[in-house]
């Protein structure tokens, strides 16, 4: 089993920034892919950024210029710095990985941003 347990989100105010972390623990053979979805209520859940094994980024057009992801490997953690946010930002935001070629989800962290 691996479990992900995702932290940082929070209320803040338009403008503001948030750093989300998640840690993946448990059978943890190699993980591939690292990223962040977000699903505001009544809308589907969207990629907001990925990171591959080697370190590639994938962004959606949406957090481009605003958000960085990052991992540290060797905490099997990633990371989503999120600045200049928007009121359309607000989402519950899900942490993503593939281990071993099988997709884990976090439970999600709130992300409310207020204008």
């Known amino acids: 089993q691996v479990q992900l347990v995702e932290s940082g989100g929070d209320l803040v105010q338009a403008g503001g920034s948030l750093r989300l972390s998640c840690a993946a623990s448990?059978?943890?053979?190699?993980?591939?892919?690292m990223g962040w979805y977000r699903q505001a209520p009544g809308k589907q859940r969207d990629m907001v950024a990925t990171?591959?094994?080697?370190?590639?980024?994938n962004y959606a057009d949406s957090a481009k210029g605003r958000f960085t992801i990052s991992r540290d490997s060797g905490k099997n953690t990633v990371y989503l710095q999120m600045n200049s946010l928007k009121p359309e930002d607000t989402a519950v935001y899900y942490c993503?990985?593939?281990?071993?070629?099988?997709?884990?989800w976090g439970q999600g962290t709130q992300v409310t941003v207020s204008s």
């Open positions: 448990g059978s943890i053979f190699r993980i591939n892919a």
């Open positions: 993503t990985i593939t281990n071993w070629g099988t997709d884990y």
């Open positions: 990171i591959t094994s080697i370190g590639r980024t």
